[in-house]
């Protein structure tokens, strides 16, 4: 998987993950989501999901986090 990927699933932006990356700057991933969309999911969106869910029950939503724990 690239970084970029799975930025996404963290719920970075392109420039947030930008900012981990080259400025040394945090941002903070998985941010909680008002509204949950309930659509089917494909292969790859229920691997990102399982992987979200993983995170979430290790304490990381609303973590502000640096690259180098993005890299973990």
Do not use: C, H, P, S
């Not at 993950?17 to 089917?40: A, F, H, M, S, V």
């Not at 502000?64 to 973990?72: A, C, N, S, T």
């Amino acid at each position: 998987m690239v970084e970029k990927e799975f930025a996404e699933i963290l719920g970075i932006t392109y420039d947030g993950y930008l900012n981990i990356k080259n400025k040394g700057q945090r941002t903070k991933i998985l941010k909680e989501e008002k509204n949950k969309n309930l659509k089917k999911m494909n292969l790859k969106q229920q691997k990102f999901e399982k992987i979200k869910e993983d995170l979430e029950k290790k304490g990381y939503t609303d973590k502000f986090i640096d690259y180098q724990e993005f890299l973990k």
